[in-house]
C-alpha cells in the first residue's frame, strides 16, 4: 500500500537556521503530496501542496518540490524563526484512497 | 475561508457518560472526516462521510458513533468509553471523498479525557 517516510525527529535549530526535513513516498499511480504543520495544543493546518511532478508548493518562506525520479517532497526553508516550532507531517493522497500520513518531524528553534 | 470548527475544545467524561463532539464548515464541502491523534503520533482516519453518507469505517469500536445530519455538520457520539480513548479528536473536510487533488482541512480538535 501507500507510505510515508519521514525523517525522526526531534530537529533542533537556531533561529534564521536552514530546514530541511526529508519525505519519501511509496504510491501506485500518481499522488498529491502535502505538508501539514500542528503547532502546540492546535489542529493541522495546510502548509502546502504539490498535485503533479515537478511541481514546488510554498507558503510562508517554506518550499518543497515533488520529484517523482526520487519519489521525494522534502521540506526546506532558508531562515527559521522561533515561531515555526512545530510538527510537521507530509502526507499523500492517490485516487480515492484516504490521506496517507508520515509519522511527523517535530522541529524546535531556540533563540 | 477554509474554516472547520470544532466544539468542544476540552472534554473529561467518566465511562458512564454519553457526550458528543461537534464539528461545522461552511465551505460546501461535500466530504468529511473524523481522525483520531494520540500524543506524538498522526492521525488515525475514523470515519469518511461523503454527501452525508458514511463511506468508510476504519473498524472503530460501536462506543463512537458518527452522525452526518447535514452538509455542514458532522457530530461523533460517545458512549462507554475507555481511557485509552482519550485523545485529540480532529474533524477535517474536503470538497469531494474521491480525487487525489482535494485537500483537508482540519479543525482545531476537541482534547478528550476518559476517567
Known amino acids: 500500500g501507500d507510505s510515508v517516510t519521514q525523517m525522526e525527529g526531534p530537529v533542533t535549530l537556531s533561529e534564521e537556521a536552514f530546514l530541511t526535513i526529508n519525505c519519501t513516498y511509496t504510491?501506485?499511480?500518481?499522488?498529491?503530496l502535502f505538508w501539514y504543520v500542528q503547532y502546540p495544543g492546535e489542529g493541522l493546518q495546510l502548509l502546502l501542496k504539490?498535485?503533479?511532478?515537478?511541481d514546488k508548493g510554498s507558503n510562508k518562506g517554506f518550499e518543497a518540490t515533488y520529484r517523482k525520479e526520487t519519489t521525494s517532497f522534502h521540506l526546506e526553508k532558508g531562515s527559521v524563526q522561533v515561531s515555526d516550532s512545530a510538527v510537521y507531517f507530509c502526507a499523500l493522497r492517490s485516487g480515492n484512497t484516504p490521506l496517507v500520513f508520515g509519522k511527523g518531524t517535530r522541529l524546535s528553534v531556540i533563540a | 475561508d477554509t474554516e472547520v470548527t470544532q466544539t468542544p475544545k476540552h472534554l473529561v467524561m467518566g465511562m458512564t457518560n454519553k457526550k458528543s463532539l461537534k464539528c461545522e464548515q461552511h465551505m460546501g464541502h461535500r466530504a468529511m472526516y473524523w481522525y483520531k491523534q494520540k500524543a506524538k503520533k498522526p492521525p488515525e482516519l475514523m470515519f469518511v462521510y461523503s454527501y452525508e453518507k458514511l463511506s468508510i469505517n476504519e473498524s472503530v469500536p460501536s462506543r463512537f458513533s458518527p452522525e452526518c445530519p447535514n452538509s455542514s455538520l458532522l457530530n461523533l457520539h460517545l458512549h462507554a468509553l475507555q481511557p485509552e480513548d482519550s485523545a485529540l479528536y480532529l474533524c477535517?473536510?474536503?470538497?469531494?471523498?474521491?480525487?487525489?487533488?482535494?485537500?483537508?482541512?482540519f479543525g482545531p480538535g476537541t482534547r478528550l479525557t476518559v476517567l
Open positions: 504510491a501506485t499511480g500518481y499522488p498529491s
Open positions: 477535517a473536510s474536503s470538497r469531494l471523498a474521491g480525487g487525489s487533488t482535494d485537500t483537508q482541512y
Open positions: 504539490a498535485t503533479k511532478a515537478d
